[in-house]
């Protein structure tokens, strides 16, 4: 149960964060504030945010013009997703405790 827990928390806690920064960069853009980086959002999604990033720039209608997120967001969650799959059929055996 605790493994199963932490590994929740583990794929939850990037897309949250990806999400809510994508908002708040969002409200910042609109009123003239200091943004969030664009290193930052793209590390977030690195980590295992990306699908959390991709809601985010959908829902807020943010960035969504600039190339760069258009390609990039997916093709993290693309290489992350294969990146599962990879693991999926090693014949590697993972087990949580």
């Not at 999400?19 to 609109?30: N, P, Q, T, Y």
């Amino acid at each position: 149960m605790n493994a199963l827990f932490t590994l929740l928390a583990a794929l939850f806690l990037p897309n949250l964060i990806g999400f809510m920064l994508m908002g708040i960069d969002k409200s910042r853009a609109a009123q003239g504030a200091f943004r969030v980086p664009e290193s930052i959002l793209f590390c977030i999604a690195l980590i295992g945010g990306s699908i959390g990033c991709l809601a985010g720039m959908f829902l807020f209608h943010h960035k969504t013009r600039k190339l760069n997120f258009m390609i990039g967001m997916p093709l993290i969650l693309a290489v992350q997703l294969f990146i599962v799959f990879l693991l999926w059929r090693s014949p590697l055996q993972f087990r949580f405790l």
